[in-house]
């Protein structure tokens, strides 16, 4: 196996494990965990490829991973407002009981 | 030399290990802080894997960003909505296998498409990348995205703290 097709293998299957988190979880934080594992291994994808890339002098597929991990940085910091405002009005965090979220 | 097996190096089967590790406990286990914790160590592992990779700078980003603020924004979350401990409910949804199902899925597609389609690249020499030379880049050809991400951290920060702050007006209502 080379070493390109390893962490390949490596991001796929954090993007599985999230997205079961995201898909099975019931808690709302962890829905949001989930998702932020996705976004990980996307970058971890991005990171492979530039290093493994013909022009890694370019500096392409990290400036993308450095844009992409505080993109995902302000998305968490929104998600988890979000999920505390939800709490504070329905006192509960569980998605199969969140059906609806107007005041 | 550094020993190999199945031509991977041992450190970097290990780190992976680690990583995965990480994410099956932060998908398995049931309380909330246990799970925030494991992802910590996921967070860690992949910051790792980008230093194998010799992108030291996007690892030393991973690590600020992702071990030190957001791993501790979920724990503060998770504290703040009363989620230590056990839970109250259920910890998994109602469909779960459905959604086991289409992460083995998605798995499946993705392990596929890799083992089929990658052509034997052998890793190039290691790009001589400084800090220096990725602000220079951040300065020059990146100065657009830089400071649409600028802009759109300040509002996402604002924004959060709007949405997360107590409606003063409906308590005064009530």
Redesign the interface.
């Known amino acids: 196996?080379?070493?390109?097709?390893?962490?390949?293998?490596?991001a796929?299957?954090?993007?599985?494990?999230?997205?079961?988190?995201?898909?099975?979880?019931?808690?709302a934080?962890?829905v949001?965990?989930g998702i932020?594992?996705m976004l990980?291994a996307a970058?971890?994808n991005l990171?492979?490829f530039?290093?493994?890339g013909?022009h890694?002098?370019l500096?392409t597929g990290?400036?993308f991973?450095?844009?992409s991990?505080?993109?995902?940085?302000?998305?968490?910091?929104?998600g988890?407002?979000?999920?505390?405002?939800y709490?504070?009005h329905a006192r509960t965090?569980?998605?199969?009981t969140m059906t609806r979220m107007k005041? | 030399m550094i020993p190999t097996v199945?031509?991977?190096?041992l450190p970097?089967l290990i780190i992976?290990a680690l990583?995965?590790a990480g994410?099956?406990a932060?998908?398995l286990l049931r309380n909330?802080v246990h799970?925030?914790l494991s992802?910590t160590i996921?967070?860690a592992g992949?910051a790792l894997?980008?230093l194998n990779?010799?992108?030291q700078?996007?690892g030393f980003?991973?690590m600020l960003?992702?071990i030190g603020?957001?791993a501790i924004?979920?724990v503060?979350?998770?504290l703040?909505?009363?989620?230590a401990g056990m839970?109250e409910?259920?910890?998994?949804?109602?469909n779960?296998l459905?959604?086991?199902i289409?992460?083995?899925a998605?798995?499946a597609v993705?392990?596929w498409a890799?083992?089929r389609s990658?052509p034997?690249?052998?890793?190039?020499a290691a790009?001589?990348?400084t800090v220096q030379?990725?602000g220079v880049?951040?300065m020059t050809t990146?100065v657009m995205?830089l400071e649409i991400?600028a802009i759109?951290?300040t509002v996402?920060?604002i924004?959060?703290?709007i949405?997360?702050m107590?409606e003063s007006k409906?308590e005064g209502q009530q």
């Not at chain 1, 991990?69 to 929104?78: G, L, R, T």
């Not at chain 1, 988890?80 to 405002?85: C, D, F, S, T």
């Not at chain 2, 199945?6 to 190096?9: A, P």
């Open positions: 196996m080379t070493p390109l097709a390893a962490f390949l293998i490596v796929a299957l954090v993007f599985a494990i999230g997205l079961a988190i995201a898909l099975t979880r019931r808690n934080i962890l949001l965990i932020e594992l990980n970058n971890l990171i492979a530039w290093r493994f013909p890694p002098e500096l990290m400036m991973a450095i844009f991990i505080s993109v995902a940085a302000a998305e968490a910091a929104v988890l407002g979000l999920v505390i405002a709490h504070r965090t569980d998605l199969d005041g | 199945f031509g991977l190096t970097f992976a990583t995965i994410a099956v932060a998908a909330l799970c925030a992802l996921t967070f992949l894997l980008y990779l010799e992108a700078f996007a980003v991973q960003v992702y603020a957001v924004l979920v503060f979350a998770i703040l909505t009363r989620g839970p409910y259920r910890s998994y949804s109602s779960w459905l959604g086991l289409l992460a083995a998605t798995f993705l392990t890799v083992t990658l034997a690249t052998a890793a190039s790009p001589a990348v030379g990725i880049s951040l990146y995205p991400v759109l951290l996402a920060l924004g959060a703290v949405v997360a107590p409906k």
